[in-house]
């Protein structure tokens, strides 16, 4: 029902800022919720940013509060990560994923995979320090 493809990931030194966007075809896009998660060798994929159909409402992991900020756009179907003063700690592969809002916005159910549906195929963030 719902297509998602990443974009934007690649080789950056600690510091540099970088963009993800996610692309999405298929069932009507609005209406979801949309999230990044990653996941880097031996660990697990958590959490990332996620935010509400409307773009009013945001859930940020810890560990990138202040850096990372998540945004949609529903009239190109695309959702962004904008992470800025990268860590070395943020090498992982990031997915896209989208799950249902007919739920309300409950950061204990948005932070979890299986709230999601459906992910893309990940794309590649590495930083060197």
């Known amino acids: 029902q719902v297509q998602l493809v990443e974009a934007g990931g690649g080789l950056v030194q600690a510091g540099d800022s970088l963009r993800l966007a996610c692309t999405a075809s298929?069932?009507?896009?609005?209406?979801?919720?949309m999230a990044w998660f990653r996941q880097a060798p031996g660990k697990d994929r958590d959490i990332v940013a996620t935010?509400?159909?409307?773009?009013?409402?945001?859930y940020y992991a810890d560990s990138v509060k202040g850096r990372f900020t998540i945004s949609r756009d529903n009239a190109k179907n695309t959702v962004y990560l904008q992470m800025n003063s990268l860590k070395a700690d943020d090498t992982a592969v990031y997915y896209c994923?989208?799950?249902?809002?007919?739920?309300?916005?409950?950061?204990?159910?948005?932070?979890?995979?299986?709230?999601?549906?459906?992910w893309g195929q990940g794309t590649q963030v590495t930083v060197s320090s």
């Open positions: 994923a989208a799950g249902p809002s007919s739920l309300a916005f409950v950061p204990s159910q948005v932070r979890r995979r299986a709230f999601y549906d459906y």
């Open positions: 935010i509400h159909w409307s773009g009013d409402t945001t």
């Open positions: 298929g069932r009507t896009f609005s209406r979801y919720t």
